[in-house]
């Protein structure tokens, strides 16, 4: 699959899962492993001040999604791959009321385990406000008719 | 009005609405507080706009993570001598069981309240305490007057 492809593939999945739908999330970037989401400016998610600083829960919303999608964008057949565990570190807040950007890779898959990183920023990649390891476990399932069905079965929707 | 006012009329209330309402992210995934035998208990509602897959269907685990942060940033300052507004230095989760599209309650513990760190755990769960959706520990760094 190419770039393009990918790209189109996961912003029509992104737009399947409510919360993303609701926080206007889109895909902006996506190669083999690797993706960046795009996240607008809403009042709606700020943390407790006055400034603008967007809540750590949306980053960590952010890293979720694109981790999860970069386990997605890396294995040779889509699959559900539920969240094992996911360490955030902020090392600065969101200072301006502009988008925010999460880039996320999958850097190792085993039989069972994915293993991601990626980080958010705003204006600069080298800045970043958060950094975020997460791993995904392999199910085995993927989308298909009627829920869930086995990788590679005739039902597989993907 | 000063935070430390604003927490102590909430506790004589009993009633925390007027602390969520300087939390708008609180208010968007639905967080409310409530005070039991054993302390703080956070409660999330049920959002269909908090699922994050559709077809299982379950919560979007970063509005679980969320939820267990708002609690965690709530339960300092709702601890503490002379509140200050935490901010979030670190944040780690563990997903134990699949979160079903119901009310998650989530309660904390401040493991240590220094003067700059607090070290804070928090357990969230939807039927059953004793069966955990998720597990996450948290620093916070504290100080700044709010």
Redesign the interface.
Known sequence: MDNKARLAQANNFLQ?????K?LGMKVVTASDGQLTVELPYN???????TEGYV????L??????VC?FAVTAALPTPEFC?????????MR?ASIKGPVFAWAECYKITRNVCFTRGYAYQDDPENPIVHCVATFVRSGKT?GKG??VKVGSEDSLL | MKLKQLIETAKLKDDYSSILDFIPYAKFIGVTITQDQQGWLFTLATEPDNVGNPITPALHGGVIAGFMEVAAALAQMLTSQEPTIPKIINFSIDYIRAAGVKPTYARCSIVRQGKRIANITVLAWQTDELQPIATARTHFLLGEQA
């Open positions: 399947i899962l409510p919360h993303c609701k009042p709606d998610i700020l943390g407790m001040d809540h750590g829960g949306i960590t919303t952010m890293m979720d999604t999860g539920p969240t094992l565990d996911l360490r955030m570190d902020h807040r989308w829920g869930f």
